[in-house]
């Protein structure tokens, strides 16, 4: 039995980084593990870390901008400080001194792996999506682990001095909440029967739009094929509007629900039998888990073009299809959706690669290679 470890995690900013370090968290705790997270307590993981139980150190970072170098100082002289507190906080105080670290991507993670690089404590970097951030390539060369989600992701790291033996296809952690949906409580809570077609649509708040229009088009055609119902979250910004573009009658509402968001994704993925949604690092890693055939339209604003090399992951296994969002109001679009919706078979097979790629177990792989690299207690 691999002993008790006190293990130090560095997430924060969007969901992006900090859910899938909630789900290494949960892992860590289930085996027994000490788990003490560091990051800023006015953003997202100051408010959803210490909601999950786990203990939470409010260390402050600031970035810079590119286009304004002279921030760079006031930058770096604040990494060199909070840097320097954790390093005597750690020497102080062998209780709270981490036995492994392991950061997400954001910046806030500097602070935290370069002192456990001056103490020689091991230290891992997770990178959810196909192009790595700033901070996980600034940390990458003397990192004792790099867990990726992506296979293509590993050359750059690479690229930048990471040893080829520290780079792991680990795959992105997906909360329990999320792992433990049910497809009948889903349904019973959609009022969904169990006999329909259920296809889901979610775009997140980024970038929504084009796909909300599109949904708006094609959603006689969808009402048309009997037994489909459909979720559509619009995403909050554009949820008034496409209400009143899809103007439904008692009748459609009956199959065709609407919401701003969908904050129940576990139930919701569990019952649906297609997805149609963009490629952010989260929602590949939670379709994959729960192995819904799916359409991925990326977002084409995304930085270097990150959605489409993500969804290609699942594309590649033949769990997915993708369509760029330039060709959503194509007719091959709505044929290929329509198609899948009336093909069984062929979303069975997809279901089937989706389950191959083994994603539900992300997690435990992630704590799995910590327990290996960290130092002795």
């Known amino acids: 039995m691999t002993a008790k470890l006190k293990v130090a995690i560095a997430a924060g900013g969007t969901a992006g980084h900090v859910n899938p370090a909630l789900a290494l968290a949960e892992e860590l705790r289930q085996r027994g593990h000490e788990v003490r997270f560091y990051g800023e307590s006015r953003r997202l993981e100051g408010k959803l870390v210490p909601a999950a139980g786990f203990a939470f150190t409010p260390i402050h970072v600031t970035g810079f901008d590119r286009e304004r170098p002279w921030t760079a100082i006031a930058a770096l002289t604040n990494l060199a400080r909070t840097e320097g507190r954790l390093v005597r906080d750690f020497k102080r105080d062998p209780a709270l001194c981490p036995d492994v670290v392991i950061g997400f991507g954001a910046y806030i993670e500097m602070p935290l792996v370069r002192a456990a690089a001056k103490l020689g404590i091991p230290y891992a970097l997770h990178e959810q999506n196909s192009v790595p951030g700033l901070a996980n390539k600034q940390a990458a060369k003397d990192a004792s682990l790099i867990a990726i989600a992506q296979p293509s992701v590993a050359e750059a790291f690479e690229k930048r001095g990471a040893k080829a033996s520290a780079v792991q296809m680990i ?57 489909v119902h459909v979720l559509h979250s619009t995403g909050a910004d554009d949820f008034e509007a496409t209400e009143r573009a899809l103007a439904l009658s008692d009748e459609e509402e009956a199959r065709y629900r609407v919401r ?118």
């Open 171 to 227: 795959g992105n952690p997906v909360r329990a909440s999320v792992l433990d949906g049910n497809c009948e409580r889903g349904r019973e809570t959609l009022g969904v029967p169990r006999d329909a077609t259920l296809l889901v649509v979610f775009g997140g708040s980024l970038g929504a739009h084009h796909l909300n229009e599109r949904m708006v088009s094609l959603k006689s055609e969808l009402l048309a094929i009997e037994g």
């Open 260 to 377: 701003p968001y969908i904050d129940d994704m576990g139930d919701v993925l569990a019952a649906a039998d297609l997805v149609l949604s963009r490629a952010g690092a989260s929602s590949i890693a939670e379709i994959a888990a729960l192995a819904v055939p799916s359409v991925l339209v990326p977002y084409p604003h995304a930085t270097a073009d990150h959605q489409t090399t993500n969804a290609r992951y699942l594309v590649d296994a033949g769990a997915a299809k993708m369509c760029a969002d330039a060709d959503i109001d194509d007719r091959a679009f709505a044929e290929l959706v329509l198609g899948l919706l009336r093909d069984a078979d062929a979303r069975a097979q997809m279901r089937a690669h989706a389950e191959g790629l083994g994603q539900a177990r992300a997690a435990e792989r992630l704590v799995d290679a910590l327990e290996a690299i960290a130092r002795p207690a």
